[in-house]
Nanobody
Framework: VQLQASGGGLAQAGGSLRLSCAAS????????VGWFRQAPGKERELVAA????????HYIDSVKGRFAISRDNAKNTAYLRINSLKPEDTAVYYC????????????????WGRGTLVTVSS
């Protein structure tokens, strides 16, 4: 199982980024996908998740209305659109895959990819 996050970089506050998570080595459509982030000095947090079929989604309160998670099972890829970027969005973003029904439970994610760094300047 391999997951690779990409699309991070340096952006200005108020701008947008789209992160991608390319999956391989397993049946992508059988797994939920979660996007996590870890800011410097902080614990990793699950910011958004999407169910296997792309219908169920979950967001933490602090990103609702600004983050949008999606997936394309035909392309084995998940996405995280981040709008209205804020300096506090600065973090390493990771994607992960899990098979349980609880998409909002961080410990339900068993496969992880390397992260992509998002840096937001004010």
């Amino acid at each position: 199982v391999q997951l690779q996050a990409s699309g991070g970089g340096l952006a200005q506050a108020g701008g947008s980024l789209r992160l991608s998570c390319a999956a391989s080595g397993y049946t992508f459509s059988s797994y939920n996908v979660g996007w996590f982030r870890q800011a410097p000095g902080k614990e990793r947090e699950l910011v958004a998740a999407i169910g296997r079929g792309g219908i169920r989604t979950h967001y933490i309160d602090s990103v609702k209305g600004r983050f949008a998670i999606s997936r394309d099972n035909a392309k084995n890829t998940a996405y995280l659109r981040i709008n209205s970027l804020k300096p506090e969005d600065t973090a390493v973003y990771y994607c992960a895959a899990g098979r349980t029904d609880s998409i909002n439970i961080p410990r339900s994610y068993e496969y992880w990819g390397r992260g992509t760094l998002v840096t937001v300047s004010s």
